[in-house]
Nanobody, 122 residues
Framework: QVQLVESGGGLVQDGGSLRLSCAASGRTFNTYAMAWFRQAPGKEREFVAAMAWRGGSTYYADSVKGRFTISRDNAKNRLYLQMNSLKPEDTAVYYC???????????????WGQGTQVTVSS
């Protein structure tokens, strides 16, 4: 089992920045990838960014490329999402997710955090 706890969400103005953090604990040694997803009201949960745990390759949704950066701190078992140039359409609940099987973009992650709210005001 892996436990994930997100933090760092909040209210920010259009063009502002936030950094989300995800603390992982438990059976983290078998991680294949970790990712950030988001879900806005009335919309489906969508992929935002991911990192392959062994090689460190990163992947981004087109909507956030150049604005968001995913990173990690292995010593602290933490995953981060630096979000710059935020827009009102980035408003959503952001979820951290972890998986032990191959795959990056799909929702088939075994472990999920509880989510953290990000609200961008215009």
């Amino acid at each position: 089992q892996v436990q994930l706890v997100e933090s760092g969400g909040g209210l920010v103005q259009d063009g502002g920045s936030l950094r989300l953090s995800c603390a992982a604990s438990g059976r983290t040694f078998n991680t294949y990838a970790m990712a950030w997803f988001r879900q806005a009201p009335g919309k489906e949960r969508e992929f935002v960014a991911a990192m392959a745990w062994r090689g460190g390759s990163t992947y981004y949704a087109d909507s956030v490329k150049g604005r968001f950066t995913i990173s990690r701190d292995n010593a602290k078992n933490r995953l981060y999402l630096q979000m710059n140039s935020l827009k009102p359409e980035d408003t959503a609940v952001y979820y951290c997710a972890s998986r032990e099987t191959a795959g990056i973009y799909t929702l088939a992650y075994a472990y999920w955090g509880q989510g953290t709210q990000v609200t961008v005001s215009s």
